[in-house]
């Protein structure tokens, strides 16, 4: 008994169907969530303070992946899924660093920190950002002409 060519085609080009619609679909999802970022990053001021509820390490990476940073370290071995809650994540900063000071990498580092290195000086303030994670995270923000950051 042999299994015919026709039914391995069918197998093998369900498989291929399920895969790329999964693909795009995740596409899709990171499209949507990298415009609603732009709208928020470049409307902050007359939208008023809008807060988003999520984890901050699924947040960061998430934006991360939309506007293509690369990622160091991880963030469960830096803390971040020890008690990691849903906080009020206020965007319109984070949004500004990833718009306006060119972030080329971002490194989750112990504890409960991340790290921005940025390519031209940045528009807010370590603190701006710590507040827009409700306090929950520390941010250290390391420019071009920042030699000697921690």
């Known amino acids: 008994m042999g299994v015919s060519l026709a ?3 069918h197998c093998a080009s369900a ?9 795009g679909l995740r596409r899709q999802r990171d499209l949507n969530f990298l415009r609603a970022l732009i709208a928020i990053g470049t409307n902050s001021p007359a939208t008023g303070r809008r807060r988003t509820a999520d984890v901050p390490a699924r947040f960061i990476l998430r934006a991360a992946r ?10 469960s071995r830096a803390w971040f899924s020890k008690n990691s809650a849903v906080v009020a994540i206020e965007p319109g900063p984070l949004m500004q660093i990833f718009l306006r000071a060119q972030v080329y990498l971002i490194q989750f580092k ?3 920190t991340i790290e921005f ?5 940045s528009p807010v303030q370590a603190s701006e950002l710590e507040a827009s994670f409700s306090g929950k995270i520390r941010v250290n923000l ?4 920042d030699h000697h950051a921690p």
């Open 15 to 23: 498989l291929a169907l399920i895969l790329l619609s999964a693909w």
């Open 110 to 112: 112990e504890p409960r």
């Open 7 to 9: 039914l391995v085609f």
């Open 117 to 121: 290195l940025l390519a031209t000086s």
């Open 66 to 75: 939309a506007f293509g940073v690369p990622v160091a370290g991880n963030p």
């Open 142 to 145: 390391i420019e071009p002409e």
